[in-house]
T-cell receptor, first 117, second 114 residues
């Protein structure tokens, strides 16, 4: 149980285009989903927290107009990188929290490697 | 300001021996701690967690120890196996926080040599 999927696993795009990444909880309902990015040999940096049916909460320094997050259902959250630039190239990982668990455990997706040319 | 620190970027141990991964935190509001294992180009996999009301939690070969006064936790893996080779992240959170955010350390690369 507690499986989280991400799609696509890898995407290469041209500078200036927008890219959408999907995060799905496959066997549980996720009232809260989180989006992280990870640079090589660095920690996972939280970008935003997404609550179903409400606006996402962005961490300091993360541009909400550039990284659009939608959490339209209890099993799906999307991250759209708008007008992507080479510096946005990174490994993006989502996680989901199972609302039925009292603990703060998050289940992570396999990640999406974004390369902007 | 790094609130969760893993000061050893890498650790190498022999198969069958004990691996000890360390983590320190600075925020006294943290009361729930987790360890994740991560392979390259994959998402982290949950290993084990501990609440601040405990000082030890064990699950098979994995044991996490928490020393609240020192703001220090450690993950013990015994016996270590080559398949344990991965990056291990320590994470901390506050219970009752509205968003249950996790703060991660930078990770420790564990290499278990056959």
């Amino acid at each position: 149980g507690a499986v989280v999927s991400q799609h696509p696993s890898r995407v290469i795009c041209k500078s200036g285009t927008s890219v959408k990444i999907e995060c799905r909880s496959l066997d549980f309902q996720a009232t809260t989903m989180f989006w992280y990015r990870q640079f090589p040999k660095q920690s996972l940096m939280l970008m935003a927290t997404s609550n179903e049916g409400s606006k996402a909460t962005y961490e300091q320094g993360v541009e909400k107009d550039k990284f659009l997050i939608n959490h339209a259902s209890l099993t799906l959250s999307t991250l759209t990188v708008t007008s992507a630039h080479p510096e946005d190239s990174s490994f993006y990982i989502c996680s989901a929290r199972d609302a039925s668990y009292l603990d703060n455990e998050q289940f992570f997706g396999p990640g999406t490697r974004l390369t902007v040319l | 300001d790094q609130q969760v620190k893993q000061n050893s970027p890498s650790l190498s141990v022999q198969e069958g021996r004990i691996s000890i991964l360390n983590c320190d935190y600075t925020n006294s509001m943290f009361d729930y701690f987790l360890w994740y294992k991560k392979y390259p180009a994959e998402g982290p996999t949950f290993l084990i967690s501990i609440s601040s009301i405990k000082d030890k939690n064990e699950d098979g070969r994995f044991t996490v120890f928490l020393n609240k006064s020192a703001k220090h936790l450690s993950l013990h893996i015994v016996p270590s196996q080559p398949g344990d080779s991965a990056v291990y992240f320590c994470a901390a959170s506050r219970s009752g926080g509205s968003n249950y955010k996790l703060t991660f350390g930078k990770g420790t690369l564990l290499t278990v040599n056959p």
